[in-house]
Protein backbone atom coordinates (compact mmCIF):
# COMPACT_ATOMS: atom_id res chain seq x y z
CA UNK A 1 0.00 0.00 0.00
CA UNK A 2 1.18 3.42 -0.73
CA UNK A 3 1.38 6.31 1.65
CA UNK A 4 2.18 10.11 1.47
CA UNK A 5 4.08 11.97 3.99
CA UNK A 6 3.82 15.81 3.66
CA UNK A 7 6.44 17.62 5.77
CA UNK A 8 5.48 20.66 6.57
CA UNK A 9 1.14 21.50 7.49
CA UNK A 10 1.84 25.06 6.78
CA UNK A 11 4.66 27.07 5.15
CA UNK A 12 4.41 31.23 5.30
CA UNK A 13 6.35 32.96 2.62
CA UNK A 14 6.27 36.75 1.57
CA UNK A 15 5.12 37.65 -1.60
CA UNK A 16 7.98 37.21 -4.27
CA UNK A 17 9.82 34.76 -2.50
CA UNK A 18 10.70 31.26 -3.61
CA UNK A 19 9.33 28.34 -2.01
CA UNK A 20 9.28 24.59 -1.20
CA UNK A 21 6.65 22.19 -0.29
CA UNK A 22 8.03 19.00 0.54
CA UNK A 23 6.59 15.61 -0.31
CA UNK A 24 7.97 11.80 0.81
CA UNK A 25 6.07 8.89 -0.16
CA UNK A 26 6.70 4.99 -0.02
CA UNK A 27 5.36 2.53 -2.01
CA UNK A 28 7.01 -1.20 -3.34
CA UNK A 29 5.62 -0.24 -6.90
CA UNK A 30 6.28 2.00 -9.74
CA UNK A 31 4.09 4.94 -9.05
CA UNK A 32 2.97 7.90 -10.53
CA UNK A 33 2.96 11.34 -8.62
CA UNK A 34 1.14 14.49 -8.62
CA UNK A 35 0.74 17.88 -7.30
CA UNK A 36 -3.40 19.57 -6.64
CA UNK A 37 -3.82 23.01 -5.06
CA UNK A 38 -7.17 23.53 -3.76
CA UNK A 39 -8.38 27.29 -3.13
CA UNK A 40 -11.18 28.24 -0.29
CA UNK A 41 -14.25 26.50 -0.91
CA UNK A 42 -13.23 24.61 -4.09
CA UNK A 43 -12.44 21.31 -6.09
CA UNK A 44 -9.06 20.29 -6.51
CA UNK A 45 -7.02 21.11 -9.36
CA UNK A 46 -4.43 19.51 -10.62
CA UNK A 47 -1.06 21.77 -10.62
CA UNK A 48 1.32 19.04 -12.46
CA UNK A 49 2.14 15.65 -12.35
CA UNK A 50 5.22 12.65 -13.01
CA UNK A 51 4.36 10.09 -15.19
CA UNK A 52 7.95 9.19 -16.84
CA UNK A 53 10.65 10.40 -18.10
CA UNK A 54 12.70 13.42 -17.22
CA UNK A 55 12.73 13.92 -13.73
CA UNK A 56 11.91 17.92 -13.80
CA UNK A 57 8.25 18.42 -14.30
CA UNK A 58 6.65 21.64 -15.24
CA UNK A 59 3.12 22.60 -14.13
CA UNK A 60 1.04 25.54 -14.32
CA UNK A 61 1.12 28.56 -12.50
CA UNK A 62 4.63 28.62 -12.16
CA UNK A 63 5.11 25.80 -10.30
CA UNK A 64 7.68 22.50 -10.65
CA UNK A 65 8.49 19.52 -9.17
CA UNK A 66 11.33 17.05 -9.12
CA UNK A 67 10.86 13.08 -8.75
CA UNK A 68 13.61 11.66 -6.55
CA UNK A 69 13.57 7.92 -7.00
CA UNK A 70 15.97 7.06 -4.09
CA UNK A 71 14.57 9.70 -1.57
CA UNK A 72 11.68 8.79 -2.99
CA UNK A 73 10.33 12.52 -2.93
CA UNK A 74 8.51 14.57 -4.81
CA UNK A 75 9.06 18.34 -3.56
CA UNK A 76 6.79 21.28 -5.11
CA UNK A 77 8.76 24.63 -5.94
CA UNK A 78 8.18 27.87 -7.53
CA UNK A 79 10.86 31.10 -7.78
CA UNK A 80 8.60 33.44 -6.50
CA UNK A 81 5.19 33.32 -5.34
CA UNK A 82 2.64 35.75 -5.36
CA UNK A 83 -0.39 36.13 -3.36
CA UNK A 84 -2.91 34.51 -5.62
CA UNK A 85 -0.78 31.49 -4.43
CA UNK A 86 -2.58 31.22 -0.77
CA UNK A 87 -4.29 27.98 -1.25
CA UNK A 88 -3.94 24.14 0.00
CA UNK A 89 -1.02 21.87 -2.02
CA UNK A 90 -1.73 18.56 -1.71
CA UNK A 91 0.52 15.85 -2.68
CA UNK A 92 -0.84 12.36 -4.19
CA UNK A 93 0.65 8.90 -5.24
CA UNK A 94 -1.26 6.18 -7.29
CA UNK A 95 0.34 2.86 -8.74
CA UNK A 96 0.44 2.20 -12.08
CA UNK A 97 -2.25 -0.08 -12.39
CA UNK A 98 -5.16 0.51 -9.97
CA UNK A 99 -5.08 4.57 -10.53
CA UNK A 100 -6.63 5.00 -7.31
CA UNK A 101 -4.96 8.40 -5.46
CA UNK A 102 -3.86 8.37 -2.03
CA UNK A 103 -3.12 11.95 -0.27
CA UNK A 104 -0.83 13.54 1.53
CA UNK A 105 -2.79 15.28 4.79
CA UNK A 106 -1.68 18.52 2.49
CA UNK A 107 0.26 21.85 3.06
CA UNK A 108 -1.38 25.07 3.76
CA UNK A 109 0.62 28.13 1.53
CA UNK A 110 -0.14 31.47 3.11
CA UNK A 111 1.72 34.84 1.54
CA UNK A 112 1.98 37.79 3.43
CA UNK A 113 2.64 40.76 1.64
CA UNK B 1 -15.27 20.75 -22.38
CA UNK B 2 -17.03 20.88 -18.94
CA UNK B 3 -15.83 19.78 -15.99
CA UNK B 4 -17.27 17.27 -13.27
CA UNK B 5 -20.62 18.53 -12.40
CA UNK B 6 -21.84 17.91 -8.71
CA UNK B 7 -24.76 19.15 -6.69
CA UNK B 8 -25.57 20.47 -4.06
CA UNK B 9 -22.85 22.69 -3.46
CA UNK B 10 -23.86 22.68 0.20
CA UNK B 11 -26.16 20.66 2.72
CA UNK B 12 -27.29 20.88 6.07
CA UNK B 13 -28.78 18.07 8.00
CA UNK B 14 -29.60 16.86 11.44
CA UNK B 15 -28.09 13.60 12.59
CA UNK B 16 -30.12 10.31 11.32
CA UNK B 17 -31.21 12.04 8.35
CA UNK B 18 -30.69 10.99 4.59
CA UNK B 19 -28.65 12.61 2.85
CA UNK B 20 -28.15 12.12 -1.24
CA UNK B 21 -25.36 14.22 -3.63
CA UNK B 22 -24.80 13.61 -7.50
CA UNK B 23 -22.15 13.59 -10.05
CA UNK B 24 -21.65 14.24 -13.70
CA UNK B 25 -18.30 13.25 -14.96
CA UNK B 26 -16.37 14.69 -17.66
CA UNK B 27 -18.31 13.48 -21.09
CA UNK B 28 -16.49 9.78 -22.16
CA UNK B 29 -15.07 9.30 -18.50
CA UNK B 30 -15.45 5.72 -17.75
CA UNK B 31 -13.81 6.14 -14.24
CA UNK B 32 -15.78 8.13 -11.39
CA UNK B 33 -14.32 8.42 -8.00
CA UNK B 34 -15.60 9.42 -5.00
CA UNK B 35 -13.67 10.97 -2.09
CA UNK B 36 -14.67 12.47 1.51
CA UNK B 37 -12.55 14.89 2.60
CA UNK B 38 -12.83 16.20 6.57
CA UNK B 39 -11.00 19.31 7.56
CA UNK B 40 -7.58 19.74 8.04
CA UNK B 41 -7.04 16.21 5.90
CA UNK B 42 -6.36 15.47 2.69
CA UNK B 43 -9.06 13.25 0.50
CA UNK B 44 -9.73 9.75 1.15
CA UNK B 45 -11.30 7.15 -1.70
CA UNK B 46 -14.91 5.90 -0.67
CA UNK B 47 -15.65 4.16 -4.28
CA UNK B 48 -14.44 4.17 -7.26
CA UNK B 49 -16.61 3.11 -10.67
CA UNK B 50 -15.31 1.65 -13.70
CA UNK B 51 -18.44 1.87 -16.56
CA UNK B 52 -21.29 1.51 -14.10
CA UNK B 53 -19.12 -1.13 -12.03
CA UNK B 54 -17.77 -1.16 -8.73
CA UNK B 55 -13.66 -1.82 -8.89
CA UNK B 56 -13.12 -0.36 -5.39
CA UNK B 57 -15.76 0.12 -2.74
CA UNK B 58 -12.79 -1.26 0.54
CA UNK B 59 -13.12 2.35 2.72
CA UNK B 60 -17.00 3.22 2.43
CA UNK B 61 -18.93 2.36 5.51
CA UNK B 62 -21.36 0.02 3.66
CA UNK B 63 -23.87 -0.13 6.58
CA UNK B 64 -24.61 3.38 6.06
CA UNK B 65 -23.01 4.48 3.32
CA UNK B 66 -24.42 3.89 -0.81
CA UNK B 67 -23.54 4.96 -3.82
CA UNK B 68 -24.76 3.88 -7.76
CA UNK B 69 -23.53 4.62 -11.28
CA UNK B 70 -26.56 3.10 -13.09
CA UNK B 71 -25.79 4.17 -16.73
CA UNK B 72 -22.23 4.25 -16.44
CA UNK B 73 -22.57 8.06 -16.58
CA UNK B 74 -23.61 10.22 -13.71
CA UNK B 75 -23.51 8.51 -10.05
CA UNK B 76 -25.19 9.51 -6.50
CA UNK B 77 -23.82 8.75 -3.48
CA UNK B 78 -26.28 8.85 -0.58
CA UNK B 79 -25.63 8.17 3.35
CA UNK B 80 -28.49 6.82 5.63
CA UNK B 81 -28.97 7.38 8.35
CA UNK B 82 -26.20 10.54 8.95
CA UNK B 83 -23.99 10.71 11.84
CA UNK B 84 -21.86 13.64 13.35
CA UNK B 85 -18.65 12.39 11.74
CA UNK B 86 -19.65 12.77 8.34
CA UNK B 87 -19.47 16.31 8.21
CA UNK B 88 -16.96 17.08 5.26
CA UNK B 89 -16.42 17.84 1.14
CA UNK B 90 -17.38 14.84 -0.87
CA UNK B 91 -15.27 15.48 -3.73
CA UNK B 92 -16.37 13.87 -7.13
CA UNK B 93 -13.35 12.81 -9.70
CA UNK B 94 -13.66 11.12 -13.02
CA UNK B 95 -10.71 9.98 -15.22
CA UNK B 96 -10.69 8.38 -18.65
CA UNK B 97 -10.43 4.44 -19.04
CA UNK B 98 -6.62 4.56 -18.93
CA UNK B 99 -6.05 7.95 -17.62
CA UNK B 100 -3.92 8.39 -15.04
CA UNK B 101 -5.15 11.99 -14.34
CA UNK B 102 -8.18 12.53 -12.04
CA UNK B 103 -10.64 15.89 -12.92
CA UNK B 104 -12.37 17.25 -9.81
CA UNK B 105 -15.26 18.48 -9.25
CA UNK B 106 -15.86 21.62 -7.08
CA UNK B 107 -17.37 19.10 -3.92
CA UNK B 108 -20.41 19.49 -1.57
CA UNK B 109 -19.78 20.29 1.85
CA UNK B 110 -22.08 18.62 3.94
CA UNK B 111 -22.79 19.46 7.75
CA UNK B 112 -24.38 17.09 9.93
CA UNK B 113 -26.14 18.49 13.32
Known amino acids: AQSVTQLDSQVPVFEEAPVELRCNYSSSVSVYLFWYVQYPNQGLQLLLK??????LVKGINGFEAEFNKSQTSFHLRKPSVHISDTAEYFCAVSDRGAQKLVFGQGTRLTINP | EAGVAQSPRYKIIEKRQSVAFWCNPISGHATLYWYQQILGQGPKLLIQFQNNGVVDDSQLPKDRFSAERLKGVDSTLKIQPAKLEDSAVYLC???????????FGPGTRLLVL
Open chain 1, 50 to 55: YLSGST
Open chain 2, 93 to 103: ASSSSRGETQY
